[in-house]
């Protein structure tokens, strides 16, 4: 119930600040208008003080009864990949995947195309995951479990 309510008032405020407009998008793509990238700065920053607070009072996740932890990585080639991935994607299509699904919940038939695109793109990378992951699994699963004579040795 928390996520859909999040979820509501990300698109809605997405909606309302004209983020979900190509030519809002294009114009930022061009340079030619810095607002997306200061409504992004603003955000980053909220988001990054608002994580620090929480981490200091030691909150605990909304969605699931844990602490919240994360730590630091360092940069890495997938990371690099994946931003080129996404940031070619998202002048392509004039659309980052937030505004694409306030997109979709408006009616803007458009947006339908870009989601596809989305949701093809995110089953291509845990499609990948599984295949790189499934040696392994297999190997586990193959290896035959010692006698129950042996075990009890």
Known sequence: MA????????????CWTGMISPDVIRDALLFHDPYLFLFFGS???????????????RSRALLVDAPLH???ERVERRHVAGALIFGTG???AEACPGPVLAQVGQGIGWGAI?????????????????????PATQAAST????ARSEALA
């Not at 996520?3 to 008032?9: D, E, H, W």
């Not at 955000?43 to 009072?57: H, K, N, P, Y």
């Not at 949701?119 to 845990?126: I, P, R």
């Open 70 to 72: 994360w730590s630091p």
């Open 114 to 134: 870009t989601l596809a695109g989305v949701v093809a793109g995110v089953w291509l990378h845990l499609r990948q995951g599984a295949a790189e992951t499934e």
């Open 3 to 14: 996520g859909a309510a999040i979820g509501a008032v990300f698109g809605a405020t997405l």
């Open 90 to 92: 998202w002048g392509v």
């Open 43 to 57: 955000a980053v920053a909220t988001a990054a003080v608002g994580t620090r607070l929480l981490r200091r009072v």
């Open 143 to 146: 290896k035959v479990p010692p």
